[in-house]
């Protein structure tokens, strides 16, 4: 059974950073494609950024291209999302997930529907 737990939301003063991590379990992070998603209140959920398996190419939403760095530790088996210069707009549950297939390697943005396994979130909150 797929597991995903995520780790290290909090508050956060606008500027400031946090490190956000995925424990998975169930699966290999190496060999899957891991995403990052968020939903801030009243919204849907949207795409942040996501990474090919093995640590491959990585793609990000322009909200938080050049802000945010999505990493996986094969040997830990997580994926983690760095995240600084936080914005208000930031304030947002943020889900892990992982890719319904393993070895699948993707040119461009996943979609939502590319992820079949979900973290149950962690809240960020950005203060300004």
């Known amino acids: 059974q797929v597991q995903l737990v995520e780790s290290g939301g909090g508050l956060v003063q606008a500027g400031g950073s946090l490190r956000l991590s995925c424990a998975a379990s169930?699966?290999?992070?190496?060999?899957?494609?891991m995403g990052w998603f968020r939903q801030a209140p009243g919204k849907e959920r949207e795409f942040v950024g996501s990474?090919?398996?093995?640590?491959?190419?990585?793609y990000y939403a322009d909200s938080v291209k050049g802000r945010f760095t999505i990493s996986v530790d094969n040997a830990k088996n997580t994926a983690a999302l760095q995240m600084s210069s936080l914005k208000p707009e930031d304030t947002a549950v943020y889900y892990c997930?992982?890719?319904?297939?393993?070895?699948?390697?993707?040119?461009?943005?996943?979609?939502?529907?590319?992820?079949?396994?979900w973290g149950q979130g962690t809240q960020v909150t950005v203060s300004s």
């Open positions: 990474i090919n398996w093995s640590g491959g190419s990585t």
């Open positions: 169930g699966l290999t992070v190496r060999t899957h494609a």
């Open positions: 997930a992982a890719d319904k297939y393993n070895w699948r390697t993707y040119y461009r943005a996943p979609e939502e529907a590319d992820f079949g396994s």
